[in-house]
């Protein structure tokens, strides 16, 4: 009997027990397999550094990327304003996509429309599908603004935005002054942080007001950040400074939303009103480069305001972003952060024998793994491999100048455009301590054993780690939790078998 | 709430008038209540969804590469195209299976052209030829390749037709070409009746005059076939296993934790077995004409509908399968009676609001109802007519039925019906769950199962009851805000 009612057992254990392991000998028998030698065989090679050349060798397949595509930037911009749902011009099923992969990682509900688009509108164009969508979602689901961005299909049949939604408000769509920002985000272009830019822009674009004098504010842009809650810290920060800022756009609540019973669909926190007038701020500061280009450089162009990039990550990053602060505000680092700035070293010190010289291998986004160097550097631990698929020259540059300041940087290689696959050969040929990435580092780790400190997006396997914040002094230390534990949590596992390995079994460490 | 037939009528129509008055027009006839003695649920299906209105729909490339090919493990299923659609599909379905991944098995792995600009512009086809290159070089255990192409493909006027039989012959593999791009059809249906197309025009073609011994088969009197199980969570094991202890022989799983040879196999049963007949009749309609297999639809979700499918399946062959059938109905009884006296007090009388694909918005009716439980709306998310038909087999009178629910009908259906549970899916899981409504996933069994077979319904019973009579429901409202 397979079930006792006292405990049942789901896949985790049920498919062990022995008639299960029978089924599946029997199964076999039809699969017409490979035999056990030559699977073992294989699997062998593909660990070799025969293997890691031909796999280096790829020109045309990408194997396990680890990036998306620019659509699923968009709708994350645009969650941050106040009454904004996004709306995707083009087939639907990128919609379904979209909303399941961001649903999956922050278990929020994600609010995102189609045009639903078919083969029809794929002869003559989306305009039809837009004027109904338009229409459709503005009566539904009474947003304050819809903010546009298309899918692939849209883009290779050239549906002109502009125009159709200028059509869509004179057939009634929605008022002729309500808010229709877009962006063209063709999936075949970039990553999903070109996404993000680009409906950032599109969105700052259409919002912008009348200039005035100034507002004497600073505005922060946060990039493709999934740790949501930073902004909560950014916020608190910029108080604590008595900095007035904007951020553009805020979607902690998006992502991050209390459960009080009610289902609240729209959880932007940066107003209209304040993306508006965000033109009258003094200087933009983004917190990430590669994701805020293309709005970096409208805000200079057009607002002709300054922008700095400054990454408050780590103890390095946190300094220079508040000395910038400082610098431009004329307001002093208030004792309060240097009291976090020391508990967080002090942290570090504590944690840091076991770190130090630790070789590790790190997968992520142009910006987070900037973040992720720095602070690893300055914890004394050692980059081997940096894989970024979404990887550009200014990045490979801005890593390169990064690791060259460190002794314990000197090891690194940074492979840009390459995969999870790629990473496989690299883990099994020159193998390193830990490995920091996303959930599907857990497929690395189960092949190569190395352990996997997850940060990044997405994480699907873990639950809360995108609420806690990654930010400042104070993320300094969730991130070091998060990695030196991993460390510690593998040297149990690798000390306890009794009366093997367990002499180093400390209960102290 | 026991709202009345014609309560529940209006308000169906409360819920419409949010609409402008084009899209109300279209969503109305998608919505119903199941009248008394009708053989049909009488809402229009497998229609355009219309424009901003939220709908849970995926597309052809979902069902072609999510739900049909993707799970044949021994293959290699290359997204073509852009980065997105293999990515957002990557390792997310649990499809369970065997094997070393990476090696010989490739089901938890994306693999992708990942076009760029100069693709769109000069055509993808040299670049597909290439990947399916680097492919046999890199992972030459693979028994073959599929390529479920994505929108800009079918817009290009590439031709992955000829790059797969070009490249079958250079490589002595099967290349199937799946032409699943995401703005054909109305759903992921569509894809799901492509990829049966395929099946049948790209492997079966040839492969039906292979002769058994060449796919290492000997024919048995007892040989059946599962079609359109996908192994979601063991699903399709639970079931096999009570399948071969009434005497038969399963000689390929099709697609959950199928290998390419058992897709071969697959018409050389005596009888093929349809799970999820939404996305697989195609094709056993198609055994049936061609190669004289005739199917059958089975219901593998709680104790009544699997005594009753194992019955039926057992009619189909001798006394000595008709005997084993009620000699494992039997065995099974009193595992299903522990886990009916255990959970059936804490669920009789629950609610229950369903909305889901394929198949189950019919299929586990039962088992809610062998818990004591109540399914008081279904709706599909791309079903057709048929599939309507068959619901009122399951459904009481009285039940709401919403074809294609659009996110703020099924909201305004949970507020005003007010169910004790929703099963659907991951998108609309956390918009229930922050009204404190209790929710199970009902594609991905919300990462549990298997929930076929008996020792699935044991399972389910657990997680409906974990769910249901979770004390954290309970802390929703602060204590000083409650009345």
């Given at each position: 009997m397979s079930q006792n009612v006292e405990q049942i057992n789901d896949h985790v254990r049920l498919f062990h027990q022995p008639e299960y392991q029978e089924l599946f000998a029997r199964k076999r028998e039809f699969e017409n397999c490979h035999s056990p030698e030559e699977v073992a065989r294989v699997a062998e090679w593909t660990k070799s550094w025969d293997y890691r050349e031909k796999n280096f060798a790829r020109e045309a397949l990408t194997v396990n990327p680890a990036k998306a595509c620019q659509p699923l930037g968009a709708i994350f911009a645009a969650s941050g304003f106040e009454g904004t749902l996004p709306f995707v011009h083009g087939s639907q099923g990128?919609?379904?996509?979209?909303?399941?992969?961001?649903?999956?990682?922050?278990?929020e509900p994600f609010s995102a429309v189609s045009s639903s688009m078919t083969e029809d509108a794929a002869v003559f164009g989306g305009l039809k599908n837009m004027i109904e969508g338009l229409a459709n979602c503005y009566a539904l689901y009474k947003p304050k603004m819809i903010a546009l961005c298309t899918t692939c299909m849209a883009e290779v049949i050239g549906d002109d935005l502009g125009a159709f939604i200028t059509t869509s408000k004179n057939e009634g769509s929605v008022p002729q002054d309500f808010p229709v920002p877009y962006a063209h985000t063709p999936s075949f272009v970039g990553s999903h942080i070109t996404g993000y830019d680009?409906?950032?822009?599109?969105?700052?674009?259409?919002?912008?007001?009348?200039?005035?004098?100034?507002?004497?504010?600073?505005?922060?842009?946060?990039?493709?950040?999934?740790?949501?809650?930073?902004?909560?810290?950014?916020?608190?920060?910029?108080?604590?400074?008595?900095?007035?800022?904007?951020?553009?756009?805020?979607?902690?609540?998006?992502?991050?939303?209390?459960?009080?019973?009610?289902?609240?669909?729209y959880n932007g926190k940066t107003t209209l009103a304040e993306a508006a007038d965000a033109v009258n701020a003094r200087a933009t500061i983004a917190l990430q480069a590669y994701s805020t280009e293309k709005t970096r450089a409208f805000i200079e162009q057009e607002w002709q305001q300054p922008t700095h990039v400054c990454r408050p990550f780590g103890i390095r990053g946190t300094d220079a972003f508040l000395m910038k602060l400082s610098e431009l505000t004329g307001k002093p680092i208030p004792r309060q952060l240097e009291i976090e700035r020391g508990r967080a070293v002090d942290a570090m010190t504590d944690s840091q024998a076991?770190?130090?010289?630790?070789?590790?291998?790190?997968?992520?986004?142009?910006?987070?793994?900037?973040?992720?160097?720095?602070?690893?550097?300055?914890?004394?631990?050692?980059?081997?491999?940096?894989?970024?698929?979404?990887?550009?020259?200014?990045?490979?540059?801005?890593?390169?100048?990064?690791?060259?300041?460190?002794?314990?940087?000197?090891?690194?290689?940074?492979?840009?455009?390459?995969?999870?696959?790629?990473?496989?050969?690299?883990?099994?040929?020159?193998?390193v301590d830990l490995l920091i990435g996303n959930s599907y580092g857990k497929f690395l780790w189960r092949d190569t054993k190395t352990p996997l400190v997850r940060i990044g997006y997405p994480i699907f396997d873990r639950h809360h780690l995108?609420?806690?914040?990654?930010?400042?002094?104070q993320g300094a230390i969730n991130l070091l939790n998060w990695i030196v534990n991993t460390v510690l949590d593998e040297l149990d596992r690798q000390t306890n078998i009794t009366g093997k390995t367990d002499i180093s079994f400390d209960l102290i460490r | 709430m026991t709202a009345t037939h014609d309560e529940k009528r209006q308000m169906i129509q409360e819920v419409l008038e949010a609409y402008p008055d084009k899209a109300r027009k279209k969503r109305e006839k998608h919505l119903n209540v199941i009248e008394e003695g009708k053989s049909d649920c009488g809402v229009k299906s497998n229609i355009k969804s219309i424009p901003g209105v939220m709908t849970t729909r995926g597309c052809a490339f979902a069902g072609a590469k999510g739900v049909v090919w993707g799970p044949v493990k021994d293959m290699i299923h290359i997204s073509h195209g852009p980065i997105g659609c293999g990515y957002y599909s990557w390792a997310g379905r649990r499809n369970y299976y065997i094997g070393t991944t990476g090696v010989d098995t490739f089901g938890t792995m994306q693999f992708t052209s990942d076009f760029q600009e100069r693709d769109i512009v000069f055509g993808g086809d040299k670049k597909l030829a290439k990947v399916i290159?680097?492919?046999?070089?890199?992972?030459?255990?693979?028994?073959?390749?599929?390529?479920?192409?994505?929108?800009?493909?079918?817009?290009?006027?590439?031709?992955?037709?000829?790059?797969?039989?070009k490249k079958a012959k250079e490589i002595g593999k099967s290349v199937v070409p799946v032409r699943c791009e995401g703005f054909r059809g109305v759903s992921q249906s569509l894809g799901h009746h492509i990829a049966n197309d395929t099946v049948r025009d790209w492997v079966f073609a040839k492969s039906d005059k292979v002769p058994n011994e060449e796919l290492g088969f000997t024919p048995s009197p007892y040989d059946v076939s599962v079609i359109g199980d996908y192994n979601i969570g063991g699903d399709a094991w639970s079931s096999r296993i009570l399948l071969e202890e009434i005497g038969l022989r399963v000689i390929s799983q099709f697609s959950g934790d199928g290998s390419f040879n058992e897709v071969k196999l697959s018409h050389r049963s005596k009888l093929n077995l349809i799970h999820c007949y939404r996305s697989m009749n195609y094709l056993c309609k198609h055994m049936e004409e061609t190669y004289g297999v005739p199917w059958l639809e089975f219901n593998f979700f709680g104790p009544t509908y699997i005594a009753k499918s194992l019955r039926k399946i057992a009619e189909r062959f001798d006394d000595t399968i008709r005997a084993k059938a009620e000699a494992v109905i039997a065995k099974y009884q009193p595992q299903c009676d522990a886990v009916i006296a255990k959970y059936r007090p804490r669920l009789e009388g629950k609610r229950v609001l369903l909305m889901v694909g394929g198949l189950r918005p019919r299929h586990v009716i039962p088992a809610f109802r062998d818990l004591g439980m109540e399914v008081i709306g279904t709706g599909y998310e791309f079903g057709h007519n048929d599939d309507y038909k068959l619901t009122t087999e399951y459904t009481d009178p009285g039940t709401v039925i919403y074809d294609d629910v659009t996110g703020y009908e099924f909201e305004e259906f949970?507020?005003?019906?007010?169910?004790?549970?929703?099963?659907?899916?991951?998108?609309?899981?956390?918009?229930?769950?922050?009204?404190?409504?209790?929710?199970?996933?009902?594609?991905?069994?919300?990462?549990?199962?298997?929930?076929?077979?008996?020792?699935?319904?044991?399972i389910f019973a657990r997680d409906m009851d974990l769910a249901l009579n979770s004390p954290t429901w309970g802390l929703v409202k602060a204590p000083w805000q409650q009345a």
């Open positions: 990128c919609v379904a996509y979209f909303r399941t992969h961001l649903t999956r990682h922050f278990k680009n409906m950032l822009k599109g969105i700052l674009l259409e919002l912008q007001g009348p200039r005035t004098e100034g507002n004497g504010k600073l505005n922060f842009i946060p990039g493709f950040d999934t740790y949501v809650t930073n902004n909560r810290e950014l916020d608190r920060i910029l108080n604590l400074m008595d900095i007035p800022h904007t951020i553009l756009a805020d979607n902690s609540d998006s992502f991050d939303s209390p459960n009080e019973g009610e289902y609240v669909m076991w770190l130090h010289g630790k070789r590790f291998a790190i997968y992520g986004d142009p910006d987070l793994v900037i973040a992720l160097l720095s602070f690893t550097l300055e914890m004394g631990m050692e980059p081997v491999h940096i894989v970024v698929t979404n990887s550009n020259e200014g990045f490979e540059q801005e890593a390169k100048a990064l690791l060259d300041s460190y002794p314990n940087g000197k090891e690194a290689t940074i492979w840009g455009g390459r995969d999870l696959w790629h990473l496989r050969s690299l883990l099994f040929t020159e193998p995108h609420r806690y914040t990654t930010l400042g002094y | 290159d680097e492919l046999e070089t890199l992972f030459p255990l693979s028994q073959g390749i599929t390529i479920e192409s994505e929108c800009p493909v079918g817009l290009i006027g590439d031709d992955i037709e000829a790059v797969a039989r949970a507020r005003k019906l007010k169910p004790d549970l929703i099963a659907s899916g991951i998108k609309e899981k956390y918009v229930f769950q922050k009204m404190a409504l209790p929710f199970r996933q009902m594609h991905s069994w919300d990462y549990s199962g298997p929930y076929h077979g008996y020792d699935g319904f044991a």
